[in-house]
């Protein structure tokens, strides 16, 4: 049985007007997650992957494009959401230390969510609390008044992971959320995250600048490059035959455990030079400029976004024909 799509972006365009010029941050996509998905949404810094996240919250309203939930358009201002949908989607943000008010006990920090969306009595909340942190992994009479700045940084992002929970959300954005962490507790977070995913049926837009993360964590992976969406696919046919250069050019260099994982390894390929500017795109196909496989229209034209035999879409002009056009 297919998995109902639960949130589908249409033609997301963000663009920030600034002084040196416009930032197309995000520059026309459109991306379709299913329930129960984890979708990595990959890229180097200034890919656009977290301005797409912040739409999805609301944070940022979109230039253009549509954002749909559970077969409905949203309002795209978190400030006109209804409340119901702000407690289905959630996000958590990449440094817990930032998004934790550090003069309030966690007690006070996990009571917000609750009384803003009216979940419980004043007397039930603190059973419910409680019970957030032990979903966590946190024993309640030990954190609930503790402050932010006296536990660890992992520990942090377990308070932040619960505070998202508390209103039974269905689709959580994890907006890099073990980046800022010490290694050492980076891989404690992620399976919390998994098992919770798994628990509580979650959807999550998982975003990223590690792609190795993204083979034993997402089921589809979606890689952005300036703006744009370079490729999707499901996360076994995404690593065993990658399509796009940009995507073939990141799998090549990240580290592999297994010799299997070697063997599937794209050769090494060496890009030319760094990401340009949003702010200074380039015409054509965005990558032309460091590109190992660019032939002449790819200066010229941007190519479309086109669905494979195997349903992975790739924007890329070497797959142009025998492909169908794809809408994202
Ligand atoms: Fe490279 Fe051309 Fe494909 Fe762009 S369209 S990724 S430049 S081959």
């Known amino acids: 049985m297919t998995a109902k799509q639960i949130l589908m972006i249409e033609n997301l365009v963000k663009h920030f007007p600034t002084k040196r010029g416009v930032v197309r941050a995000v520059d026309d996509i459109s991306l379709h997650v299913s329930s129960g998905d984890t979708v990595g949404l990959v890229g180097e810094s200034g890919s656009g992957k977290t301005t797409t996240a912040q739409c999805v919250v609301g944070i940022y309203p979109p230039t253009s494009g549509q954002i749909s939930f559970d077969g409905s358009p949203i309002d795209v201002a978190f400030s006109r959401r209804s409340k119901e949908l702000k407690g289905k989607i959630r996000i958590v943000f990449q440094d817990p230390g930032s998004s934790l008010n550090p003069k309030r006990t966690i007690k006070q920090i996990l009571s917000v969510p609750l009384k803003v969306h009216g979940i419980g009595t004043p007397k039930e909340r603190l059973s419910l609390m409680s019970h957030l942190l032990e979903t966590v992994e946190l024993p309640p009479g030990e954190y609930l008044y503790k402050h932010p700045q006296s536990i660890g940084g992992g520990e942090k ?47 999550y837009l998982f975003i990223t600048h590690d792609l190795s993360l993204m083979r ?47 063997s599937l390894k794209p050769e090494k390929i060496v890009s030319k030079g760094e990401i340009p500017s949003p702010v200074d795109v380039p015409p054509g196909c965005s990558f032309h400029l460091r590109c190992p496989e660019r032939k002449g229209i790819c200066s010229e034209a941007d190519p479309e976004t086109r669905a494979m035999d195997d349903g992975r879409l790739v924007r890329c002009h070497l797959y142009e024909h025998g492909a169908a056009k794809a809408g994202g």
């Open 216 to 262: 034993n964590v997402a089921t589809r992976v979606a890689i952005m490059y300036l703006g744009k969406l370079c490729e999707v696919a499901r996360t076994e046919e995404f690593f065993r035959s990658p399509k796009h250069p940009y995507t073939r050019m990141l799998l090549s260099s990240i580290p592999v455990v297994t010799r299997q994982e070697e």
């Open 157 to 203: 992002q377990m308070v932040a992971i619960a505070r998202a929970l508390a209103t039974n959300p269905r689709f959580v954005v994890l907006d890099e959320p073990t980046s800022a962490l010490d290694v050492s507790v980076q891989g404690k977070i992620i399976n919390l995250l998994m098992r919770l995913g798994d628990e509580l049926d979650l959807t």
